[in-house]
Nanobody
Framework: QVQLVESGGGLVQAGGSLRLSCARS????????MGWFRQAPGKEREFLSA????????YYADSVKGRFTISRDNAENTVYLQMNSLKPEDTAKYYC???????????????WGQGTQVTVSS
């Protein structure tokens, strides 16, 4: 079993930055690709970014490319999402996920955290 716990969300003004963390416990962290998604009220869960188990491959949605950066520290069993130049439309609940293969679909991931709220004010 894998447990994921997100942290780092909060309220920030437009143009500001936040760094989300996702701490993982359970099975070997290195074996899993990790992804970040978000979901706003009334909308589907949206892919943001993913990183391979080694950290050598990363992927980004066009909506966040150039503003968000994903990274991982396997020694600390943690994955991060650095978010810069935040916009009001980035407001959502942010989720991390773990899966055996890297991908952009929610179906690519087997384990999910409970999410952390990010609110960007204009």
């Amino acid at each position: 079993q894998v447990q994921l716990v997100e942290s780092g969300g909060g309220l920030v003004q437009a143009g500001g930055s936040l760094r989300l963390s996702c701490a993982r416990s359970g099975r070997t962290f290195r074996a899993y690709a990790m992804g970040w998604f978000r979901q706003a009220p009334g909308k589907e869960r949206e892919f943001l970014s993913a990183i391979s188990w080694s950290g050598s491959s990363t992927y980004y949605a066009d909506s966040v490319k150039g503003r968000f950066t994903i990274s991982r520290d396997n020694a600390e069993n943690t994955v991060y999402l650095q978010m810069n130049s935040l916009k009001p439309e980035d407001t959502a609940k942010y989720y991390c996920a773990a899966g055996r293969t890297i991908g952009s679909s929610v179906n690519d991931y087997d384990y999910w955290g409970q999410g952390t709220q990010v609110t960007v004010s204009s």
